[in-house]
């Protein structure tokens, strides 16, 4: 899934250009090869599908060139989860009628990739020859109050697989440390395993105004009409996540708890926390930047020749494009509302 803007990334991240066609890091590779490269040796590269919007399509290309173009799907307009999903499931079963799928965001960073991998193969055969979902948990490592929470109830013999007991909304700092103290709560990582079947089923028994509108569309998936069917029929489809649409309604949800280094990088606050910092705490991405008296900040800076700041505690400075953002880091949440009130 590759559609979405990323606003409270801004100015690193923009309608036009968003983060997850950045080299957020600083390592050389997009967010999106990166998820692309991690998961390559889990199936071919032909089998790769990426759901994107419209105007990304040309960035999606030149990204990941070896992706077949009859993958790249476009949306006419966000819909949310549920319809992203939907569109590419049924696309897929129409060729593909026995196929495993895996779906998860292109904007998230995983650090250890080997145990993302074996996480992932194990929830593919769990899901190949049945009905269940699986879903990845992240072990928190931390009361995080930006992420929805699944609840793990027992735990399938001989295994390392949950069944879900519940899925959790974002919580307030208190409740997020309860969870954290009952050690049966795992951060959402909106990682999704299935096979076709299940996930089609399923959109069919719990959201089937959904379901009748790809049904509507198949018939011209893979033909030329099927731009304009879809152009006329997707912006029609309800703006709800899968979350709503299936997760929560499911009987037949388990979750594998993994600690794989994951981060949505959500924030700027959360880029902070996984670059390396010197011993005043400054973490920086550039090619020449130097910080004088100052503290805790985060500075993002690839494309200054160079930048020299001075006498800043806990602040964001951010530079892409001619844009400039200075921002202390306790009204971080402000920036994605101060992004669209620019003209």
Not at 25 to 53: H, Y
Not at 169 to 185: I, S, V
Not at 224 to 248: H, N
Request: charged residues 20%.
């Amino acid at each position: 899934m590759a559609g979405g803007i990323g606003s409270r990334f801004w100015p690193m991240s923009t309608p036009e250009y968003p983060k997850q066609f950045i080299d957020v890091m600083g390592m050389g590779k997009s967010l999106i090869q990166l998820t692309t490269e991690r998961l390559s040796s889990i199936a071919p590269i032909s089998n790769f599908w990426v759901v994107t919007s419209q105007s990304y399509v040309d960035i999606v290309r030149e990204q990941l060139p070896d992706i077949p173009e009859q993958n790249i799907l476009a949306e006419p307009e966000p819909r949310n989860t549920a319809p992203c999903i939907a569109y590419a499931c049924w696309k897929i079963k129409k060729k593909h009628p026995a196929a495993n799928i895996v779906v998860t965001p292109s904007d998230a960073l995983v650090i250890n990739t080997t145990e993302y991998q074996r996480v992932i193969k194990e929830a593919l055969m769990f899901t190949a020859n049945s009905n269940n979902i699986v879903t990845i948990g992240i072990r928190p490592s931390r009361p995080e109050t930006g992420y929805g929470y699944i609840a793990a109830a027992g735990q399938m013999e001989n295994s390392e697989i949950h069944k879900v007991a519940a899925f959790k909304e974002k919580p307030d700092l208190e409740t997020a440390k309860k969870y954290m103290a009952a050690g049966n709560y795992f951060w959402n990582a909106g990682i999704f395993v299935w096979n076709v079947e299940t996930i089609t089923h399923a959109i069919c028994k719990f959201t089937p105004d959904l379901a009748k509108k790809m049904d509507d569309m198949n018939s011209c998936f893979y033909t030329e009409r099927e731009p304009a069917v879809l152009a006329e029929v997707f912006p029609t489809c309800e703006k709800i996540s899968i979350d709503y649409a299936v997760m929560e309604k499911s009987e037949s949800i388990y979750t594998i708890p993994a600690e794989f280094g994951w981060s949505d990088l959500g924030s700027w606050g959360a880029l902070q926390n996984l670059l390396k910092s010197d011993n005043q705490g400054n973490a920086h991405i550039g090619p020449n930047i130097h910080l004088y008296d100052s503290k805790g900040c985060v500075v993002h800076a690839q494309d200054a020749k160079q930048v020299v700041i001075q006498g800043l505690e806990d602040y964001i400075v951010a530079l892409r494009d001619g844009r400039l953002l200075i921002c202390s880091l306790d009204n971080e949440q402000m920036i994605k509302e101060y992004s669209q009130n620019i003209k």
